[in-house]
Nanobody, 114 residues
Framework: QVQLVESGGGSAQAGGSLTLSCKGS????????MGWYRQFPGKEREMVAL??????QVAPSVSGRFTISRDHDKHSVALKMRYLRPEDTAVYYC?????????WGQGTQVTVSS
C-alpha cells in the first residue's frame, strides 16, 4: 500500500497564497490519478483538483485560483492556492487512485482568515 505524505498546510490571510505538497512512498506512474480533495466540518470530502497523464481537472469553486502540478521524477503532486478565501478553510487530503483502490494522505489543515 502506498503512503502519501503531505506538507505545506497552515494559515493565511484572505487573498494570500499557500502551496501544498504530497509525496508518495513508491513510484507514482503518470497513468495513476493523483490530486487533492478537501473536507469541511460535517461534510463529505469533495474533489479540488486531479491530474492524470496530461489532463487536469479542477473544481469550479477553485478554478482560476488553484493550480495542480505533478513531478513524475519525484513521485509528487503539488497544489498552489492563490487568492485564498475564508471559505477555502478545510482539511486538505492528498489522493491517489491505484487500480481499484483509493489512497489518502493524513490530511493537512488550511485556515484562511478574513
Amino acid at each position: 500500500q502506498v503512503q502519501l505524505v503531505e506538507s505545506g498546510g497552515g494559515s493565511a490571510q484572505a487573498g494570500g497564497s499557500l502551496t501544498l505538497s504530497c509525496k508518495g512512498s513508491r513510484t507514482i506512474f503518470e497513468w495513476e490519478t493523483m490530486g487533492w480533495y478537501r473536507q469541511f466540518p460535517g461534510k463529505e470530502r469533495e474533489m479540488v483538483a486531479l491530474s492524470v497523464r496530461d489532463t487536469t481537472q479542477v473544481a469550479p469553486s477553485v478554478s482560476g485560483r488553484f493550480t495542480i502540478s505533478r513531478d513524475h521524477d519525484k513521485h509528487s503532486v503539488a497544489l498552489k492556492m492563490r487568492y485564498l478565501r475564508p471559505e477555502d478553510t478545510a482539511v486538505y487530503y492528498c489522493y491517489l487512485r491505484n487500480g481499484d483502490r483509493d489512497n489518502w494522505g493524513q490530511g493537512t489543515q488550511v485556515t484562511v482568515s478574513s
